[in-house]
């Protein structure tokens, strides 16, 4: 394999499964070096805001939904939803990250209107839902995906985040998220968003109930739909953590993780950005990942509650992260959703 | 190309072709090769040639070890700037154990079959050489089957100071009654510089070195340790390693090096920011380069992270210590690690990182015990 060469399926699991590790890891640097400006490593301030935990999909590897009825369930007010943002904005926040359980009850209409409040009081990006809660928008409301897009983009929508793509193979999808959106139907949706104008981005969960070969597919899936949109800015993989979910396994050790994360940065050749995730790998863990193929720390994560409900509740400043990145050898940067600088001259 | 992509022409391109070449002929690297490789901003170029060597003397072997560490006292007359854990007598989080709470500690842990107790302490103002002795035979009556490595170098000479007498007799009197082993620790940093700063009364980097040399010279092993992270600069790490190095041709008496990143919690150090995993990375693996006559370098999960030790694996370390039923210096200044792996859970990583676990003793000796 040369290095600008396409990889095709049993070259990548080849390399995948024998790679030796640093070289592995150092082809990957070398293709990251390549693509984006090797100096920098991008972050994002933000705040990720669940407007709701109540949720029908009962995922196996979820530790935060809860059940309508339950106790600990709730839904976001916009007055509580309007304190976050202010706060994130004081804190230099340029976008939320906002998506919820799947709520029985709420119409198209309740997510509208949280847009059109959001947007109406405050300049801040929103970056919100993921594939399956549009899906399962379209099937309380009877409308098409294509609709639903359209409708919450016209309300505020600026971007969709890549969540609920796990592993994007539906043998895979029925035993850990049965009553989720199949593999076809994010795609779809992520197809759709593109052809309507929006950016996505993508992610992994891996080290569930998957062989490693499903998440080469995944991978594949994803370069496909990149190959025909170009949509998508970022692909962020990360292990699955166990605690207080209805999975038990042993936890993916980081060098699974770094080898994962460099196999990706080959393959998906027509990504720009790779993000490593030190919300679950840990702050040590994924400034490594700097040299094994990602170029982007992620977020500044001013709120998380889904990791940190499976137990794991990393949290950084944005001095942290600062210091960690230049710490990898490379220059911090402060980024937009769609991957431009915030501050054009630093 | 993927295999011969780390090859000596990568190497070149680096300007570390010489380094790459002496690697290649097991030669020794100076000083300067030392520099270089930390000034290397290719952190898996340095780490794939400490890989070399690693796999060279160890295959895809990774040793652990069934242990349990007992802080006898953490009353400490030294103050180490660095040190979350010494407390004066008085302090209200002040504590000494009796021998009938150590025993108990080693009576509730004989279910859990361990092969080696791990003991240390804050340097006690009054707690006389009888008493350690005492513990040790005491431990040795419970537990036969268990080695003892006790008492770092830094005690010993406090133990001569209290005692009046001589290090040697020191300890001589210890390993009759049972110490079979000196730990690494204590050592820090050597440079006077740093010493002075941070820790003034502890015992010198020379005085150190020379308790290490009299336990070697009465055919007593022991672990170094490298405390880095803090005020250091890379010559200085590099100075230590050497200064290790040479004493090690004297004497072959190190069994395994344990580089420790400073945990700055609860700690008297301004202006140190906990360390990073890239420059963790790189001093396992510059340190693994370096020592090219210490046979072991450790991964110690506790202060590095599970998670983080399993990558240093393939950075130069081979073993990955330890059970460690209830550490405390590392978690009391901020470790965020856990307090003790089973033996299962120490396997498995080991295993799921690529390597077969070894279960062993202090000496490194392989040990079956099921």
Known sequence: MELGERLDFEAAWHLYETGEFHSLGRLAHQVRINKRPADYVSYVVDRNINYSNICVCGCRFCAFYRTPGHAEGYVLTHEQLGRKIEETLSLGGTQILMQGGHHPDLPLSFYEEMLRFIKNGYPIHIHAFSPPEIVHFSKLEKLSCAEVIARLRAAGLDSIPGGGAEILVDSVRCRVSPNKCSAGEWLAVMEEAHNQGMRTTATMMFGHLEQPRDRLEHLFALRDLQDRTGGFTAFIPWAFQSKNTAIDRFPETAVSYLRLLAISRLVLDNFDNIQASWVTMGPKVAQVALHFGANDFGSTMIEENVVAAAGVSFRLSTEEIRRIIRSAGFKPRQRTMAYQWVNPDE | ?370
């Open chain 2, 1 to 370: 190309m993927l295999r011969t992509m780390l090859n000596h022409s990568w190497y070149r391109k680096l300007g570390l072709e010489d380094i790459w070449e002496k690697v290649e002929a097991k030669e020794r690297l100076t000083l300067q090769d030392g520099e270089r490789l930390f000034a290397c901003p290719d952190l898996l170029a340095v780490g794939a040639l400490a890989h070399q060597v690693r796999v060279r003397l160890h295959g895809r072997l990774t040793y652990y070890v069934m242990n349990q560490h007992i802080n006898y006292s953490n009353i400490c007359v030294n103050g180490c700037r660095f040190c979350a854990f010494g407390r004066e007598k008085g302090d209200p989080l002040a504590f000494q154990l009796g021998l009938a709470e150590i025993v108990r500690k080693i009576r509730d842990g004989l279910s859990t079959p361990i092969t080696e107790v791990h003991m240390v302490g804050g340097c006690h103002p009054e707690l006389p050489l009888s008493y350690f002795e005492e513990v040790v035979k005491e431990i040795k009556s419970i537990r036969p089957d268990v080695l003892v490595k006790a008492f770092t170098a830094v005690e010993i000479a406090h133990f001569a100071q209290l005692e009046r007498c001589s290090p040697c007799e020191v300890l001589t009197r210890l390993r009759s009654a049972g110490v079979d082993m000196l730990p690494g620790g204590g050592a820090e940093i050597f440079s006077p510089r740093i010493r002075s700063i941070l820790c003034p009364s502890k015992l010198s980097g020379e005085g150190w070195l020379s308790i290490a040399r009299e336990a070697h010279h009465l055919g007593i092993k022991s672990n170094a340790t490298m405390l880095y992270g803090h005020l250091e600069t890379h010559r200085e790490r590099l100075d230590h390693l050497i200064a290790l190095r040479e004493l090690q041709d004297e004497t072959d008496g190190f069994v395994c090096f344990i580089p420790l990143p400073f945990q700055p919690a609860n700690t008297k150090v301004e202006g140190a920011e906990p360390t990073t995993g890239v420059e963790d990375l790189k001093t396992i693996a510059i340190s693994r380069l370096m020592l090219d006559n210490i046979p072991h370098l450790k991964a110690y999960w506790v202060m590095l992270t599970v998670k983080l030790a399993q990558v240093a694996l393939n950075f130069g370390a081979d073993d990955f210590d330890g059970t460690i039923i209830e550490e405390k210096i590392g978690h009391m200044a901020g470790a965020e690690s856990e307090q003790a792996l089973t033996r299962s859970e120490l396997e498995r990583t080991i295993r799921e990182a690529g390597f077969d676990p070894v279960e062993r003793n202090c000496f490194f000796q392989k040990v079956s015990n099921y």
